[in-house]
């Protein structure tokens, strides 16, 4: 009965739309939220759709995203990282250090830096990041602190680093060969793709293919899911969470590291709200706080999601004091409207399964 079930599931998915194969209802449901934004942006506003704008739009929210694929496997597992914009600011201060001619022995006699010392001070920003992530995670599983608690300590801890290291001062006088990372873009046509964007994309493909093609993505969802089962099932649920923060720490390193080669500098202030907006992104692209259900892909339209409303507001004149208040209610209403279907229809995913089901109808 059980493999006539799994036959009759499998000539479904081959029958079903393309549009269907790729996308589940998780992200249907946000990705019709981010197109209806992008038209009501682009009515009240012509300037939304140019080229340049929406070049602008894709490298803003870029390490936004990036830092927020490692965050997404940490809230599957049912945890929080409230680190990521700290550890950020950490990791970009780091590698700044080593390529300023204010700090850095590695120079050459004009300030510039070969490519092995651009490779090693990139490395050193992922390693520092990674770092604050592994501590997250045993602070979580031998130390047994909530996640809170922990990434709330490391928030602190890393931001003053940033402040003790540098004393206060920002990191500047970067080589341009290093600030290429940040600010190259790609011509296409009349569009110009963003350097740090190609490497979201890159990142977010990895990722994806980490959380569903492997047994660790397993069994980052089957801890969400029950963590009690899992551990009964077998999984070593302790070394799956440690993993989980030392990639949530390594892909905010390297957001922090993509941040301040555009920047640029790198100040101890850099990033400084920015685990917000990763959690933003996460959550708005559809993954569920209480664990075992979200997706590498609903977080990308998430972090696109935020990008856009950041954009469009201000080309509307929406002053920027008004953007926290404008995020915090993005963020409430789509849990408070998944919430809500899931009660009506008695499963989880309710508002982006709903999406997908007037879809199917449709099609």
């Known amino acids: ?81 409230l680190s990521a914009g700290s550890v950020m600011a950490l990791a970009g201060l780091a590698a700044a250090m080593l390529l300023s001619p204010d700090h850095s022995t590695l120079l050459g006699p004009e300030g510039e830096a070969s490519a092995a010392v651009i490779v090693l001070a990139v490395a050193v920003g ?8 592994l501590i997250n995670g045993l602070l979580i599983t031998i130390a047994r602190l909530p996640p809170f608690i922990a990434t709330l300590g490391m928030l602190q801890i890393a931001r003053g680093i940033c402040y003790g290291w540098s004393q206060g001062w920002p990191v500047q ?60 099932s077998g999984i070593n649920t302790m070394r799956t969470q440690t993993m989980v923060y030392t990639i949530a720490g390594l892909l905010a390193g390297a957001g922090g590291v993509l941040l301040t080669a555009r920047l640029g500098v790198a100040a101890p202030t850099a990033a400084i709200g920015y685990e917000l907006d990763v959690i933003a992104a996460v959550v ?31 080309l509307i004149g929406v002053e920027a004091y008004w953007l926290p208040s404008a995020q915090g209610l993005i963020i409430i209403g789509a849990i408070t409207l998944d919430q809500w279907f899931k009660r009506r229809r008695g499963q989880r995913g309710g508002l982006s399964r709903m999406f997908a089901g007037w879809l199917g109808r449709s099609a």
């Not at 992922?126 to 992530?133: D, F, S």
Request: net charge positive; with cysteine.
């Open 284 to 314: 708005v692209g559809g993954t569920s706080t209480s664990g075992g259900e979200g997706s590498i892909l609903g977080t990308l339209i998430g972090a696109a999601i935020m990008g856009v409303l950041r954009t469009g507001l201000n």
């Open 126 to 133: 992922l390693l520092i990041g990674a770092l604050c992530g």
């Open 173 to 232: 006088y970067l080589p341009q060969n290093f600030m290429i990372l940040g600010r190259h873009n790609f011509a296409i046509g009349s569009f110009n793709l963003p350097l740090p964007s190609v490497i979201m994309l890159v990142l977010g493909i990895i990722a994806w293919l980490f959380l569903t093609r492997t047994v660790w993505g397993y069994r980052i969802f089957a801890i969400g899911g029950n963590m009690q089962a899992a551990r009964l």
């Open 1 to 81: 009965m059980s493999q006539m079930t799994a036959q009759e599931s499998s000539k479904g998915q081959a029958a079903a739309p393309w549009w269907r194969r790729a996308f589940r209802g998780q992200e249907l449901g946000i990705l019709l939220v981010l197109i209806g934004m992008i038209v009501i942006f682009s009515l009240l506003n012509n300037r939304f759709l140019t080229p340049v704008n929406l070049t602008n739009i894709m490298l803003n929210f870029s390490w936004t995203a990036i830092a927020a694929f490692g965050a997404t496997m940490v809230i599957i597992t049912a945890g929080i990282d």
